[in-house]
T-cell receptor
Framework: AQKVTQAQTEISVVEKEDVTLDCVYE???????LFWYKQPPSGELVFLIR??????QNEISGRYSWNFQKSTSSFNFTITASQVVDSAVYFC???????????FGTGTSLTVIP | EPEVTQTPSHQVTQMGQEVILRCVPISNHLYFYWYRQILGQKVEFLVSFYNNEISEKSEIFDDQFSVERPDGSNFTLKIRSTKLEDSAMYFCASSDREWDTEAFFGQGTRLTVV
C-alpha cells in the first residue's frame, strides 16, 4: 500500500525565516517516485520537484531545497528566507511501479507573515 | 510554456443533474488523469486514461463517472447524476509517459452541487 504522511497541518513563519515541511512515505515498491506540489490560494497545483527512489542526492533550486532519505522514508522540503509569495498549501506525493496514480499527502498549509 | 486547461473554472449544478468537465491536456502528452479535492482535504486519484481506454481507476470512480477523449485534444469527465458529496475541485492532469515523470495539473474546476 502507498501512503504519504504530512504531519504538519499548518505552519506560520515570519518572512525571511527558514521553514522545513516534512513528508514521510510508505511503499513496498522498490522503484517509486516522490513529488512536491504547491497549491497557492488561486487553487492550481504547481509542480515543484520529482525524485526517483534511486536518486538520493539532495537538490537545491534557488531558495528551495529537498532532502531525500530512504533510511527514514522521508522527503523533506526546505524554503530558505521565506517570502509572502510562498504562502500556499504544499503537497507531497508518491507514485509507485504498480500503477501511475499519485498518492498525495494531506498537505501543509504555510503562511508567511510579512 | 504548455499547460493543461480546464473549463469551466466553476460550475454549479442541481443534485441529480449531469455535468461534463472539460480538459485540454498538453498536446504531446499521452497519459491523462482526473483527480478531485474535497474542500480542505487531500487530492485523490479518480482515473487514468491511455490509448483511449481507462488504465486505472479508484474506488471513487463508480458507475456515475465516465471519461472520454472525444477528439484529439479534449479529455472529459462526466458525472451522470450528481450528488451533494460530488462537490469538490476536480483536477485534470497529463504526462508524457507512464513512469518516472511528473503530472502537470490544470487549474481545476470547482463543482458545487446544490
Amino acid at each position: 500500500a502507498q501512503k504519504v504522511t504530512q504531519a504538519q497541518t499548518e505552519i506560520s513563519v515570519v518572512e525571511k525565516e527558514d521553514v522545513t515541511l516534512d513528508c514521510v512515505y510508505e511503499t513496498r515498491d522498490t522503484t517509486y517516485y516522490l513529488f512536491w506540489y504547491k497549491q497557492p490560494p488561486s487553487g492550481e497545483l504547481v509542480f515543484l520537484i520529482r525524485r526517483n527512489s534511486f536518486d538520493e542526492q539532495n537538490e537545491i533550486s534557488g531558495r528551495y531545497s529537498w532532502n531525500f532519505q530512504k533510511s527514514t522514508s522521508s522527503f523533506n522540503f526546505t524554503i530558505t528566507a521565506s517570502q509572502v509569495v510562498d504562502s500556499a498549501v504544499y503537497f507531497c506525493a508518491l507514485s509507485g511501479n504498480a500503477g501511475n496514480q499519485f498518492y498525495f499527502g494531506t498537505g501543509t498549509s504555510l503562511t508567511v507573515i510579512p | 510554456e504548455p499547460e493543461v486547461t480546464q473549463t469551466p473554472s466553476h460550475q454549479v449544478t442541481q443534485m441529480g443533474q449531469e455535468v461534463i468537465l472539460r480538459c485540454v491536456p498538453i498536446s504531446n502528452h499521452l497519459y491523462f488523469y482526473w483527480y478531485r479535492q474535497i474542500l480542505g482535504q487531500k487530492v485523490e486519484f479518480l482515473v487514468s486514461f491511455y490509448n483511449n481506454e481507462i488504465s486505472e481507476k479508484s474506488e471513487i470512480f463508480d458507475d456515475q463517472f465516465s471519461v472520454e477523449r472525444p477528439d484529439g485534444s479534449n479529455f472529459t469527465l462526466k458525472i451522470r447524476s450528481t450528488k451533494l458529496e460530488d462537490s469538490a475541485m476536480y483536477f485534470c492532469a497529463s504526462s508524457d509517459r507512464e513512469w518516472d515523470t511528473e503530472a502537470f495539473f490544470g487549474q481545476g474546476t470547482r463543482l458545487t452541487v446544490v
